[in-house]
């Protein structure tokens, strides 16, 4: 079949950046006796590229099937506080910073926007 995509974060606490990305929907699945090592699945793996004048960088992106105001809800809920909701030209985005302080992005997902 095909390559799942797997991007492994390097974290200061498993645990504490494990319960971040369960309030974002994704959902542990293996687990190492450790506790050093954790991966958590969602629906599925999309890897987009951005052109940049830099190149080189990586940033987290994860894409919501459901309104951004429902993983504003589940972050809260969850003891998170997210930034706001943006709306761009290209479509509705909320930008997070996980418990190490690295920014990521949620996308909602809008076919509409792509022909």
Do not use: C
């Not at 504490?16 to 954790?38: D, P």
């Not at 960088?57 to 994860?62: I, K, M, N, P, Q």
């Not at 190490?100 to 996308?107: A, C, I, P, Q, R």
Request: hydrophobic fraction near 40%.
């Amino acid at each position: 079949g095909p390559m799942k995509v797997m991007p492994i974060r390097y974290v200061r606490d498993v645990e504490a950046a494990a319960r971040f990305y369960a309030a974002l929907g994704l959902t542990v699945t293996t687990r190492q006796r450790g506790g050093g090592w954790l991966e958590l699945t969602g629906s599925a793996g999309i890897l987009a590229l951005h052109s940049s004048d830099q190149g080189g960088e990586a940033e987290l992106g994860l894409l919501a099937d459901e309104p951004l105001e429902d993983v504003v809800r589940q972050l809260r809920a969850a003891g998170f506080e997210p930034g706001p909701i943006l709306d761009e030209a290209y479509g509705r985005s909320l930008r997070l910073t996980d418990p190490d302080g690295v920014e990521l992005l949620v996308n909602e997902h809008d076919t509409s926007l792509y022909t």
